[in-house]
């Protein structure tokens, strides 16, 4: 279990963050959610069916963070094993229905949009202001973050100790990204949350990738 477990730590955030990046080159993502709806939607349909299923493997790796929450609660074992497993799925799940749109949703919007481009825009806004900002970012950011914080203290016993306060750091600044949309942000949103989550998620990816290597190592 504890090799599966080093495995899917080192392989599903390179995974994650590799389709990350094909959506940016090839989608201009995320900074294309900033554009107005006729314009995401046309750059969409360009994109054609490679850009769907880019967009369908981004939402797997998502989903694929499961086994990954489950793992690391059996390895570390204790009282906060149960905790850290129920952060963990919730968290994949979340962000799995954030995206999920895009795969599924957003192909037939862009499909139909000529016939009544208005409503087609306003429905695109909505969902995207649901499932994305609500549900994927918001909810996605608070419970990835809490699962960080709790594995963080979990580990005390057994990682080194800037291991910990790495991913402590980490997960403070993805609860901080949280707030990018919260109050008075909820217009138009909080550009230094929007910065410090994008470089948050990058270095998450990294320290998961360096938990995966030292459980493989038996640190």
């Given at each position: ?12 955030p390179v995974l994650f963050t590799l389709f990350y990046a094909l959506l940016g080159a090839t989608f201009s993502y995320p900074g294309i959610l900033r554009e107005p709806a006729s314009e995401v939607l046309e ?177």
């Amino acid at each position: 279990m504890t090799t599966v477990t080093g495995v899917l730590l080192t392989v599903v955030p390179v995974l994650f963050t590799l389709f990350y990046a094909l959506l940016g080159a090839t989608f201009s993502y995320p900074g294309i959610l900033r554009e107005p709806a006729s314009e995401v939607l046309e750059r969409f349909a360009a994109g054609g069916t490679r850009l769907v299923l880019i967009w369908w493997a981004f939402t797997m790796s998502a989903v694929a963070f499961v086994p990954v929450a489950l793992g690391v609660a059996a390895v570390i074992e204790g009282p906060l094993a149960s905790v850290s497993a129920a952060l963990g799925v919730l968290a994949a799940l979340v962000q799995a229905l954030g995206l999920v749109r895009w795969p599924f949703l957003v192909p037939y919007l862009a499909r139909e949009r000529h016939r009544a481009p208005e409503t087609v825009d306003l429905v695109f806004d909505v969902a995207n202001r649901y499932l994305g900002v609500a549900v994927g970012e918001h909810l996605g950011y608070l419970l990835t973050a809490s699962w960080t914080i709790v594995v963080s203290v979990a580990v005390i016993p057994i990682a080194p100790l800037a291991f910990v306060i790495a991913g402590a750091v980490i997960g403070a600044s993805l609860l901080f990204g949280a707030l990018e949309f919260v109050g008075p942000n909820e217009r138009s949103g909080w550009h230094l949350a929007g910065t410090v989550v994008a470089i948050g998620y990058t270095a998450w990816a990294v320290w998961l990738v360096v938990g995966g290597v030292l459980l493989l190592l038996g640190r």
